[in-house]
């Protein structure tokens, strides 16, 4: 019976851990609103007119995967002498390997929107949210595997929701309402600019006077 009881205190732990860090992820760390990454790649993916949320759910299979494959490779690298060097690429390396398993399986295994799918995973795969994910994943002390899965799914969610955030306003910072001089790129950074400013202040800082 204790063995039974420590089996679910073990899962308990992991799921807590998981959504704990997803949050984090989705909110506090947005890739997009919190730290700036990947904002091109969200643009491309709306100016493309792809599917925002089929994106997102390729994309959070992709960094589920990284996470997994991260945790397990970052033990051996956080312990040599020049890891500060070695990690960048290493984790490149891993992305790449994870981009080159999606596109193999997906011409394998799926039939229907094969060919929009495989152009998500290539969008997906090579943006800098997915490397910068999963180094900050790594600077949290003592993270376990709950900690990695959880952090990198949020990620991904977090960019979903960012980029689905700056499409439904895209078609009026395109209109003949903004100033020519403003209209397109620039009137989107200064949107993006206003949500993080939102957020920043909605979840909480300490005022620095």
């Known amino acids: 019976m204790s063995a039974l009881n420590s089996f679910f205190e ?3 732990t992991f799921f807590q851990e998981m959504f704990t860090y997803a949050l984090i992820a989705i909110f506090l760390e947005n890739t997009i609103f919190s730290r700036a990454l990947g904002t ?7 100016r493309k007119k792809f599917n ?19 945790y397990l490779a970052y033990p051996f690298l ?7 060097y070695i990690v960048p690429p290493v984790f490149v390396a891993i992305i790449g390997v994870v981009y080159v398993g999606a596109l193999l399986l997906t011409r394998s295994l799926v ?3 094969r060919e ?12 800098c949210a997915v490397l910068g994910a999963l180094l900050l994943a790594t600077g949290i002390p003592f993270a376990g595997f709950g900690v990695y899965l959880g952090f990198g799914v ?11 955030l700056i499409s439904i306003a895209s078609d ?5 309402d903004i100033p020519p001089a403003f209209r397109g790129f620039p009137i989107t950074l200064i949107y993006i600019g206003i949500i993080s400013l939102a957020l920043y202040g909605l979840i909480g800082h300490t005022l620095p006077f």
């Open 172 to 176: 009026r910072l395109n209109s003949e």
């Open 10 to 12: 073990v899962v308990f």
């Open 40 to 46: 091109s790649t969200a643009l491309y993916v709306i």
């Open 78 to 84: 956080k312990g040599l002498s020049f890891s500060y």
């Open 116 to 127: 929009e799918i495989l152009q998500l995973i290539h969008v997906s795969a090579f943006n």
């Open 111 to 113: 039939h229907k929107r």
């Open 52 to 70: 925002i949320f089929l994106f997102g759910g390729v994309m959070t299979l992709i960094m589920a995967a990284a996470s997994v494959l991260t």
């Open 154 to 164: 949020g990620s991904a969610i977090g960019f979903t929701f960012a980029a689905y």
